[in-house]
């Protein structure tokens, strides 16, 4: 069985940084191709950035600039650095790993594996 953990979500105001992690154990991680999504109440969960086995990236244009998305394969442990955040920015963070061979579409599809969610809040 393959697991997901985030943390590192919280409130913050506007302006303000948060840095969100997801630990994987359970699977070889470079199996997979990894990336974040979100979710707001009422909304549909949405692509956040994702990242291939050599480090490009891809970034929603909604996030572009302010996100990074990072991994340490030792530490099997998937990052995403938030900096500038807005209030839209609120939302439950997932992480997900996805099949490689689509790792650069932003799509819910693909997506084998699923955290539980950390939250945040992004107030003005």
């Known amino acids: 069985q393959v697991q997901l953990v985030e943390s590192g979500g919280g409130s913050v105001q506007a302006g303000g940084s948060l840095r969100l992690s997801c630990a994987a154990s359970g699977y070889t991680a470079s199996s997979y191709c990894m990336a974040w999504f979100r979710q707001a109440p009422g909304k549909e969960r949405e692509g956040v950035a994702s990242?291939?086995?050599?480090?490009?990236?891809v970034y929603a244009d909604s996030v572009k600039g302010r996100f990074t998305i990072s991994q340490d394969y030792a530490k099997r442990t998937l990052y995403l650095q938030m900096n500038s955040l807005k209030p839209e920015d609120t939302a439950m963070y997932y992480c997900?790993?996805?099949?490689?061979?689509?790792?650069?579409?932003?799509?819910?599809?693909?997506?084998?594996?699923w955290g539980q969610g950390t939250q945040v809040t992004v107030s003005s």
């Open positions: 990242i291939n086995r050599i480090g490009n990236t």
């Open positions: 997900a790993a996805r099949d490689c061979a689509d790792w650069s579409l932003l799509d819910l599809g693909h997506s084998r594996y």
